[in-house]
């Protein structure tokens, strides 16, 4: 069978196809669909986890119990998973296990743009990585075999543009495997006695891998100019702008095939290194004492492009221009008509606090106008942080430090850091943002929305429960579209002497389906004085329109469209200006 499939799409048959029995994951852009397509086919158990820790220990479970495993993260994610996966290249396998890991070139979402080849090295495995949706099939099963050939776990390596790029892909029927279970207290109980035979053997391994790279890589002759070593999408982009060059394709990128790469130095008069990020594949082969052309010409920030290749080293700018086509506005992510995020942060924003955010949907918070989040460092970071000031000034800041964390985010890391809190006698204010989904990366389920990831109802995590169990002593609930309650209730949380915690009772207004009232707010322009109180909200919904109408300097409007009848802005006009219209 033969479908149009993007690299996500392609990579879960790859999974199932493999005859993989479990798959766990957390949610996180550019990975978040394999897991959604992967539930498609019940032969494997799929299921979203607390966090990546957890996920790729549940893979680890599979892979001991002799069955086949995956566990699935964006590249940030495998800094939380680090623990087992290091540890992992030691006991290695029973049944074959992978880890992928979607790298984020540019940016697209997430707060760093580290490059994930890194753990490959210093973890001691292979990693393998496609360079089309066709190759993240084909690559994904062949990543399982190398697991059980060499007993080690392997690292799948994709990017944005890999995961999200559609190309045609050939599939193929599922293959079931599978091994006794065996008690081999030798392989898995990394004490050090025993870690200390493993390592041995997994310096072994590497040198098995290496000479198994140079006979999987081979060189794509074809003119002898240039040679040009590149791994992942920037093979594609390398043979868009050098067609006749001859070109070492890494599908497996670690071990570096040594004997493969000295063969096509040798038989070219410029090599090229074509890589995104950073100068991994490049420092190695100067290593080797090769000399070839890399990142001091090609960036090292940002996603590669054939136009970028193509400036960095032929200086020719082949950016596609339309003539007389204007140049776009830039569009900003913001927080969605409706969003019940808008109205605490909004609250937060008049008073003089220091604001300790997360990772999430909120984070947009930070930019005007609302301009209400201080910080955004990691998953967790904001409970942690809050504790931390308030520690280092010695409660000066008393009442003015609040940390704000969304209901998924809070279960992936935030537990023990409001442990902490209580723990250490911290005086924090704690807000959850539970809008009950993982609304950054597209609606998934979590253990706070009584729902797995197929769907079937399960326990569903009572937030309020959990921080009075751990010694929260208030623990208030609160309604982010009344700024009447959200207002009192973060005045008594900011008054209290000791650890607190707030939390929004309205959900994600796209998650399961848009949720709209039955009513939209309407901007009567004849009572509207133009005091610009409601721009302040940065709702989409809610334009300013220049030159206003009559005398007036500009027009304000709501959208009929946009708007979800949340209200927030009807009770900040202090002229009646807005008002409800049924819908």
Known sequence: MRKLLSGNEAIAEGIFEAGVRVAAGYPGTPS???????????????????????????????????????????????????????????TGVGGGCVVLTADDPGMHSSQNEQDNRHYAR?????????????????????????????????????????????????????????????????????????????????????????????????????????????????????????????????????????????????????????????????????AMGIACVGKDRIPIMGELSPEVIAKALLGIDKARKVEGLPELPPRPPVLCPGCPHRGIFHAMAKRDLFVYGDIGCYTLSSAPPLAAMDTCLCMGASIGGAHGMDKALRGEYKGRVVGVIGDSTFIHSGITGLLNVVYNRGISTIVIVDNRTTAMTGGQNHPGTGYTLGGEPTFRLD?????????????????????????????????????????????????????????????????CKRCGTCLKLG????????PGTGDKKFDVAISEDLCVGCDLCLQLCRFDAIRRQQR
């Open 122 to 286: 210093a973890a001691k495995v292979p990693m393998l990585e496609p360079t089309d949706s066709q190759e993240a099939h084909d690559l994904m099963a062949k990543a399982f075999d190398i697991s059980e050939r060499f007993d080690t776990p392997v690292l799948f390596r994709t990017t944005t543009r890999i995961a999200h790029s559609k190309t045609p892909c050939t599939l193929g029927t599922r293959t079931e495997h599978g091994r006794p279970v065996e008690h081999q207290r030798a392989k898995y109980v990394m004490v050090p006695g025993n870690a200390k035979v493993r390592h041995r053997l997994v310096e072994e391994r590497m040198l098995a891998l290496k000479r198994f790279s140079d006979e999987m890589n081979q060189v794509e002759w074809r003119g002898k100019e240039v040679g040009i070593i590149a791994d992942g999408v920037a093979y594609q982009y390398a043979r868009e702008v050098f067609p006749d060059a001859s070109v070492l394709k890494l599908a497996m990128s670690h071990p570096l095939p040594e004997a493969r790469i000295r063969e096509l130095a040798a038989g070219v008069k410029a090599l090229y290194v074509i890589e995104e990020l950073d100068p991994f594949i490049e420092e190695q082969v100067k």
């Open 32 to 90: 978040s669909e394999v897991l959604m397509n992967l539930i498609a086919h019940p032969e494997v158990h799929s299921e979203w986890c607390p966090n990546e820790k957890v996920a790729l220990e549940v893979a680890f479970g599979a892979s001991v119990a002799g069955c086949r495993g995956v566990a699935l993260m964006k590249h940030v994610g495998l800094n939380v998973a680090a623990d087992p996966f290091f540890t992992f290249s030691y």
């Open 539 to 546: 709702c989409p919904a809610i334009s300013k329109t220049e």
């Open 463 to 527: 937030f309020e429960v959990l921080a009075k169990a751990i010694g929260v002593a208030l623990v208030q609930r609160f309604d982010p579209y009344d700024l009447k309650d959200t207002n009192e209730a973060l005045d008594r949380a900011l008054a209290f002497d000791g650890p607190n915690v707030l939390i929004t009772t309205r959900p994600c207004v796209l998650a399961p389906a848009r949720v709209v009232g039955d009513h939209t707010d309407h901007i009567d322009r004849d009572v």
